[in-house]
Antibody, heavy 117, light 107 residues
Framework: QVKLLQSGAALVKPGASVKMSCKASGYTFTDYWVSWVKQSHGKSLEWIGEIYPNSGATNFNEKFKGKATLTVDKSTSTAYMELSRLTSEDSAIYYC??????????WGQGTLVTVSS | DVQMTQSPYNLAASPGESVSINCKASKSISKYLAWYQQKPGKANKLLIYDGSTLQSGIPSRFSGSGSGTDFTLTIRSLEPEDFGLYYCQQHNEYPWTFGGGTKLELK
């Protein structure tokens, strides 16, 4: 079955960067877009952007351009998201999802990022 | 960006009852709306996409309706496992955007 296994929680200092991973299994990784979604504590969901593993093409929410970098490693069916110049506003749970025509059929378990000195 | 507004914010109901959650888009999104369930310790679950198409494996007590700007998720005969958070999301145009969420609680 389809699984998206995300990397563990991270505690990072303000101004630093963090890179998280999302390992896909149970389907052909290069056939579907992978999206990333942010959920701040107690708040709703925000779409960050997406990457198409076959070509590396990306689309971003304007709000996250310059903040998030999306990459993939096709050899290991793993998607990555790096967040840069972290502030307290970036403390959140980040989900990777498999995206079909803009809707998200499968979700990872989430990676908690805490930005604190 | 398309703003998505959900109502009610909180909803209390008992098992066996039927409930409806509403979602309103700031502009027409045709039929392109999805619904998700979120529960602690579990992966978020897609319930409905394209406004009314039931995702594979989702019980038929869940149904979606609407088009344009107004949509509804209806859950008939609530089961204990249905309590949790529900989100709508438009998938008509970038950036994909979500509603603020509805918390369905046990009465």
């Amino acid at each position: 079955q389809v699984k998206l296994l995300q990397s563990g929680a991270a505690l990072v200092k303000p101004g630093a960067s963090v890179k998280m991973s999302c390992k896909a299994s149970g389907y052909t990784f290069t056939d579907y877009w992978v999206s990333w979604v942010k959920q701040s504590h107690g708040k709703s969901l925000e779409w960050i952007g997406e990457i198409y593993p076959n070509s590396g093409a990306t689309n971003f929410n304007e709000k996250f351009k310059g903040k998030a970098t999306l990459t993939v490693d096709k050899s290991t069916s793993t998607a990555y998201m790096e967040l840069s110049r972290l502030t307290s506003e970036d403390s959140a749970i980040y989900y990777c999802t498999r995206c079909n025509y803009g809707w998200f059929a499968y979700w990872g378990q989430g990676t908690l990022v805490t930005v604190s000195s | 960006d398309v703003q998505m507004t959900q109502s009610p914010y909180n909803l209390a109901a008992s098992p066996g009852e039927s409930v409806s959650i509403n979602c309103k888009a700031s502009k027409s999104i045709s039929k392109y709306l999805a619904w998700y369930q979120q529960k602690p310790g579990k992966a978020n679950k897609l319930l409905i996409y394209d406004g009314s198409t039931l995702q594979s494996g989702i019980p038929s007590r869940f149904s979606g309706s609407g088009s344009g700007t107004d949509f509804t998720l209806t859950i008939r005969s609530l089961e204990p496992e249905d309590f949790g958070l529900y989100y709508c999301q438009q998938h008509n145009e970038y950036p994909w955007t979500f509603g603020g969420g509805t918390k369905l609680e046990l009465k």
